[in-house]
């Protein structure tokens, strides 16, 4: 488009409404998250002939929109964000002046998409969870000790799981809020935050809820959990499990750390092995359960001191039950966790 300054003046923005109401023009204009639909009025002064408009709202518009002799736009139920209204003006069609300054816009985002309201949804079902565990087990008497345990269990790994995701949405929040040109960015890195969240809170409420103390159960959720993560790359699973696993049951702290152990060396498998093929194999004997899980990926230094704490986790959680758990891997070779305990419930 050419530009010239042949003509004696250059266009104005000369009036501008809110929600049909008059208010006064300024260079930036704050609106609330409800008052976001405005007009503007503009004109080409000292024009005896017609003039021809185009305008654009940058952040909305993606093209100059011609106008024709219209003098006036309306904009209607915009979304929150940051916008800059311009107009241009020519008295032949050819060529055109560009008004001096763009009025800024700036509507306030309503709050059930602001990132606070996303921290205040995650913290109601990080609070809500904790009731269902508090109650969940308050009316046996006779299992007070283990279920006080167990609630011990869990609230750490609230702190140590949800606790930090938690602290980093308000971090990221705090980043959107400085930073309004990068927003959509943290916002993204909110929503994974906090679905990271649901996911972990999903299994400990899984964990927790007796109609789950079947092995068949278990073993569902676990194939379905790997299927569901691995066949994303394409590798390809093999799934194990001998038919006496399905006379046995696990307690509610054997339930939540069996599976736990399992999702972490399957997302290891996953994330870092670069694997092609995954194997389980689940057996037991006499009340031990054995669980295997090979892959045909790049291995590991089990010895290096790692910044994760998947690792750490997996020993811990098999100490809870009093279990071993061992790691065979190198560099350049293929990948073996072997975790084996002996369940204290008794049959189904």
């Not at 980043?175 to 906090?194: C, H, L, Q, T």
């Not at 997302?267 to 295997?292: E, L, P, R, W």
Request: with cysteine; hydrophobic share 40%.
């Amino acid at each position: 488009m050419i530009y010239s300054s042949a003509q004696s003046s250059l266009p104005v923005i000369t009036a501008c409404k809110v929600s049909g109401k008059d208010m006064p023009l300024s260079s930036v204009i704050e609106l609330h998250a409800e008052n976001n639909s405005f007009s503007f009025e503009y004109a080409l002064p000292g024009t005896v002939s017609t003039a021809y408009y185009a305008y654009m709202l940058e952040g909305f518009d993606r093209n100059w929109i011609a106008a024709g002799s219209r003098t006036f736009v309306n904009y209607t139920n915009m979304s929150g964000g940051s916008y800059a209204f311009r107009v241009k003006a020519s008295i032949d069609s050819v060529h055109w002046v560009l008004a001096d300054h763009p009025v800024l816009i700036h509507i306030n985002t309503p709050f059930f998409n602001s990132a606070w309201f996303v921290v205040l949804i995650a913290f109601t079902i990080l609070s809500t969870a904790g009731l269902i565990v508090y109650f969940a087990h308050y009316t046996q008497l006779q299992r007070m000790l283990m279920t006080q345990k167990i609630r011990n269990n869990i609230a750490s790994d609230l702190h140590d799981d949800i606790g930090s995701s938690l602290s980093s949405i308000m971090l990221m929040s705090e980043f959107a809020k400085r930073r309004p040109g990068e927003a959509n960015n943290y916002f993204d890195e909110i929503r994974d935050s906090a679905g990271k969240i649901i996911e972990n809170m999903n299994d400990i409420v899984w964990a927790i809820n007796p109609k789950n103390d079947s092995m068949t159960e278990i073993m569902m959720r676990m194939q379905n959990f790997a299927s569901a993560l691995l066949e994303q790359k394409n590798i390809s699973l093999q799934f194990e499990a001998g038919s006496e696993i399905n006379s046995l049951k696990l307690s509610m702290e054997e339930r939540k750390n069996f599976y736990l152990i399992f999702k972490e060396a399957i997302h290891n498998a996953f994330k870092y092995a670069g694997c092609s093929k995954v194997k389980v194999n689940i057996k037991s004997a006499d009340k031990n359960i054995t669980m295997q899980i090979d892959d045909n990926g790049n291995g590991f230094d089990v010895l290096k001191n790692y910044t994760g704490n998947g690792l750490y986790n997996m020993q811990k959680r098999a100490e809870e039950i009093n279990g071993t758990l061992i790691i065979n891997s190198s560099c350049g070779q293929n990948t073996s966790v072997l975790l084996s305990f002996k369940t204290t419930q008794t049959g189904s």
